[in-house]
């Protein structure tokens, strides 16, 4: 059975600190830098530094390809894939 590229890459996928699949989570909710630090109680700095982390990590140059590439290699629950993506602020 030949297997989707997608899961391929699935296989494969660098390891993620529990952090940065925090941080991964609330930049795809669409939180600001400003809002993570908060939410999380760390520095602006700090959120800026995992991001950078997670985006070299990943092979990726902006939040859109950081979310795309989340997607493909399933750091996201399968709610993100059906459109069901949580809204940022309540």
Known sequence: MKRTVT????EVRPALTQRQKQILQLVTAGYTSREIATQLKI???TVEVHR???MRRLHVRNVAQLI???L???YLPKAYMQ???PTARA
Do not use: C, D
């Open 83 to 85: 459109g069901a993506m």
């Open 52 to 54: 950078f982390n997670l």
């Open 43 to 45: 520095s602006v700095q």
């Open 7 to 10: 899961e391929k890459a699935a």
């Open 68 to 70: 795309r590439q989340a």
């Open 72 to 74: 493909i290699l399933r």
